[in-house]
């Protein structure tokens, strides 16, 4: 009886031992930092977790500007501009959504300057989004930039008016980053739902 006792007891530890050091060899969770290069993403993705956002422009006003906030960060400061640059990403819409929204046709709005966001150096962080969605755009932050957009609300009522029930988006890819070795994150894709309100 003993002996089957310490037979079981000589199993588990030896199972247990190659558990754990199995989990000595894994590298796919090593961070190496002196190799770390900044990350460039959509801070309000990150920062909710979603993608899906909604952007709520004025009824009242002519025009509305929506803004979509970029970042750059890491673990040290960065010395030159990283120059990142959007799309409007029709693809990416349907491939995430298939038919449940319809992409914000472009003769609702411009592009106010371009899609490239030059994102000046200095301290670098990922930080919440400071820019409001829709309104006036400020001057950003170190290590944070926007692209923005100049939306027409009455052709976004006409539109909505003959097409009750669908949903128009805006969807947005950052396709591109140069400057610091920059790479693109996981959060580079961001839909803006157009909603207007009072």
Known sequence: MKKLFYIKTALVSLMATALFSSCLKDNSRYVNFAADVPVVDFPLVAVKNTSLQTATISAAATTNTINAEISVSNSKDLTTTTAVTVSIDAAALTAAYGVAYTLLPASTYTVVGSL???????????????????????????????????????????LMTANPGVTYVLPLTITGAVGNGAVIDQFHTLYYKIVVGP
């Open 116 to 158: 490239t966001a030059n994102i000046i150096p200095g301290i670098s962080q990922r930080a919440a989004p400071t820019e409001p969605i829709v309104g006036t755009p400020a001057v950003l932050p170190t290590s944070l930039g926007a692209v923005s957009f100049n939306v027409n609300t009455a052709a976004v009522q006409a």
